[in-house]
């Protein structure tokens, strides 16, 4: 007679954790970072019509990394839950707080209770009136979630994303100046510098002066001058850096 195979709890969920890592980290990365006037959200995709960044309600928004159809449904769930919530109660009770919640709970009963993860790695923004009141949550796969300041890199290879914004980062720069942080990170995602267009990148705001919806997506004609307006400060900098 054969004897039953078994594996503890503690490898089941690291071998579902490497699952996931593994399967986020196939995609290109995304980045989220604060400017001087709300939340800025970039990333590297291709695609006009697949989006990684969305709304979910007036001051909040959503960004993913990973299967897209995963946290495809993990949009459409945040904004039936926005949705549904602030029309029993009111609009101003709808926070980024209240879905990160909401999202971690999800994600945490998936992992812990489904044979297969789900692949993706999400961050709910919500733009406050002054950048100290700025909400950045980051929830990984397995409903864990954490309260970042200031910038994140999520998918793909983040920790060279990660490192190279840390160097470039300016707290309370301009628009163009964070864009311009953000491309540079992401086009060294894998240690190696490549070009990134308009074409290639997804870009949207949380604007704190914009009155009731604060989302409002970067692009056509407005972000390739933001880009060149970019590329010319850092050519400024560098030019005067060789001077010295």
């Not at 078994?6 to 490898?11: C, D, F, I, W």
């Not at 160097?167 to 490549?194: C, F, I, P, T, W």
């Amino acid at each position: 007679m054969s004897m039953p195979f078994y594996v503890s709890p503690e490898q089941i969920m690291k071998d579902k954790a490497d699952y996931a890592r593994k399967g986020i980290a196939r995609g290109r990365s995304a980045v989220v970072l604060q400017y001087d006037g709300g939340i800025l959200f970039v990333a590297d995709n291709m695609s006009r019509t697949l989006h990684k960044i969305s709304e979910l309600y007036d001051r909040v928004a959503f960004a993913a990394v990973g299967r897209y159809n995963e946290f495809e449904n993990l949009r459409l769930a945040g904004v039936r839950y926005a949705d549904s919530h602030g029309y029993t109660y009111d609009r101003s009770d709808v926070t980024g707080q209240m879905l990160a919640n909401a999202y971690a709970q999800t994600l945490g009963s998936i992992f812990t209770e489904s044979n297969k993860p789900w692949e993706v790695e999400i961050v709910v923004g919500e733009v406050g009136e002054t950048a100290d009141s700025d909400q950045i949550y980051r929830i990984t796969f397995d409903g864990s979630v954490v309260d970042e300041r200031d910038f994140l890199a999520m998918g793909g290879s983040a920790e060279h994303v990660t490192t190279v914004l840390r160097e470039r980062y300016v707290k309370d720069a301009s628009l163009a100046a964070a864009l311009s942080a953000a491309v540079h990170a992401l086009a060294h995602e894998n240690g190696e510098q490549r070009e990134l267009e308009a074409t290639s990148l997804e870009v949207a705001v949380l604007e704190r002066a914009r009155p009731h919806r604060k989302f409002r997506r970067v692009q056509g004609d407005r972000l390739t001058a933001l880009l060149a307006q970019g590329h010319a400060a850092d050519t400024k900098d560098t030019d005067t850096d060789s001077d010295t």
